[in-house]
């Protein structure tokens, strides 16, 4: 007995030490990263991140102007992820480029880099700058793997919080620590054909703008959808996207924290919430409201059989919405058509699988809402510190460049996402107005005419108005929506009910959890 509490009390020493300990811990981290701020930069890191596609020239050219600056230091890139295949198809007007790949590869390429960066780490070594495109950077939070960078904003005297959007990168946050910096950010928004309304649904879509669902937006055009297809041959769809995972992923985005709750390690997916969404979505493709199925084979292959068929093209470019799901990339054609200004740049939209059709009459609507009012961000660029790297103040440095207008101004440089800097979000709107976006030998900004001017501001005010909406990063993981997209199969192709794909993914995603 005398043994047993012994070995109590001894435990709860050891738990009373560790208590202050954290707390000493966390009071001297700031001073700590002040002092490794001090050190002069030198010597060399690694960046890794996994698709060579999206991110290798981007950190190439950085780290090349990044060392011109600070001579003596090296930056390596590495990548690990294959080149995907790229086809193309063209007519007169224009040419389009499809990604293709193999879901079995990539599966299995993306779990062999996350099973390397973990034993990396997980033996005391790994990249010292981790690109977070495929990787559970909660996990490795959790771990103490990950520098909390908050330390070295507040350390950092040269960093200027205000530079930056900082509801993004609050957004970001998990557990209270500031363990993922975004270089960028995007997001979706919805647009209405105002062709296809009806009476007063505008007003009541304009009503309805602050806290959009898809739920209640079908709702209002219900009585217009019925009128459009009374008698058409070619159906008119609330929404381009396919009757499958696609938009469930779509449903659950802004919610996703209630489906399941990476931060407190809670999943609920048997409780009736989950196998009620996944009955929503086939209720919609069988009132005709989305597609049947995903366009990405009949693009591939066409009516003809011909690769790339461009009739099929063309005619899915034609094709009639009510609504449309679209990414921030498309606001400047949507502002330059609004202020009838003739472009000549056709949008082909690829957000949420395929999702084109007739654009000409479409106008803002505003940005998805969730229960508790989330309007969701997502990134293309997010970097973490390892902590077991062995020069921090170099990594973070770099880190820090990348942040910089210098980069982040450069469309060659932010081609996908929307900066965090605000200076060079401001710059990249007068860019992206006044040349063709992305071609670097017109991206110098002229003097502006009166109409440029206007339209320049109508950008940077729309951009910058969602924007400000923007509160919720739904924490996501690589492994746990490949989990999703296969049980999920067995629920669409009918071989099983909702609650059977719903209580198999309960036991599979709490079991991943909790590894």
Not at 1 to 10: P, T
Not at 122 to 127: I, L, S, V
Request: charged share 30%.
């Amino acid at each position: 007995m005398m043994e047993v509490v012994m070995k109590k009390r001894i435990a709860l020493s050891c738990i009373f030490v560790l208590i202050f300990s954290l707390a000493g811990c966390g009071q001297s981290k700031v001073a700590s990263v002040e002092q490794l701020l001090e050190e002069e930069l030198s010597g060399e890191i690694t960046v890794s991140c996994y698709d060579p596609m999206i991110y290798k020239d981007f950190f190439e050219k950085a780290a090349k102007g990044f060392e011109e600056k600070h001579p003596g230091t090296k930056i390596n890139v590495e990548t690990f992820g294959k080149m995907p295949e790229i086809k193309t198809s063209e007519d007169s007007n224009s040419t389009i480029a499809i990604v293709m790949g193999s879901d079995e590869d990539n599966s299995q390429q993306t779990a062999d880099y996350i099973g390397k960066i973990n034993t990396e780490l997980m033996g005391g070594g790994g990249p010292d700058l981790l690109v977070m495109d495929i990787l559970p950077f909660y996990k490795y939070a959790d771990s103490g793997l990950l520098e909390n960078l908050q330390n070295y904003m507040d350390a950092d005297k040269d960093f200027a919080k205000e530079d930056y959007r900082s509801n993004i990168i609050e957004a970001m946050k998990y557990k209270g620590g500031q363990y993922l910096m975004p270089l960028d950010y995007r997001f979706d928004y919805i647009a209405y054909d105002s062709s296809l309304l009806h009476g007063d649904d505008e007003s009541r879509l304009k009503a309805a703008a602050d806290k959009i669902s898809y739920h209640e937006l079908f709702q209002i055009e219900k009585d217009s959808f019925l009128q459009e297809n009374s008698d058409s041959s070619d159906p008119v769809r609330m929404l381009g996207m396919p009757a499958d995972q696609v938009m469930l992923e779509e449903l659950m985005r802004c919610d996703y924290n209630e489906y399941i709750d990476f931060e407190n390690r809670k999943v609920n997916l048997n409780d009736g919430r989950f196998a009620s969404l996944l009955e929503s979505v086939k209720q919609y493709g069988a009132d005709g409201y989305l597609r049947p199925g995903t366009s990405a084979d009949q693009l591939e292959t066409g009516d003809s059989g011909v690769p790339f068929d461009m009739s099929v093209i063309e005619k899915m470019r034609n094709e009639k919405f009510f609504f449309k799901s679209k990414s921030n990339n498309s606001l400047r054609e949507e502002v330059l058509r609004e202020e009838r200004v003739k472009d000549g740049f056709q949008s082909f939209s690829f957000g949420g699988g395929i999702t084109p059709g007739d654009e000409q009459n479409d106008k803002i609507l505003g940005l998805l809402s969730g229960h508790n009012g989330n309007k969701s961000i997502q990134y293309f660029n997010a970097l973490g510190i390892n902590s077991n790297s062995s020069n921090k103040a170099l990594a973070w440095a770099f880190l820090k460049y990348l942040l910089s207008e210098e980069i982040q101004s450069d469309p060659q440089m932010m081609i996908i996402g929307l900066p965090v800097n605000n200076a060079a979000r401001e710059e990249l709107a007068l860019k992206i107005i006044t040349s063709n976006y992305g071609n670097e030998a017109s991206s110098e900004a002229k003097s502006l005419t009166a109409e440029q001017e206007k339209l320049v501001k109508r950008y940077a005010d729309t951009v910058e108005s969602l924007s400000d909406a923007l509160n919720y990063w739904p924490i996501q993981d690589d492994t746990v929506k490949e989990m999703i997209h296969k049980e999920t199969s067995r629920f669409f192709d009918g071989s099983s009910s909702s609650g059977e794909v719903a209580e198999a993914l309960q036991k599979k995603v709490e079991l991943y959890l909790n590894e």
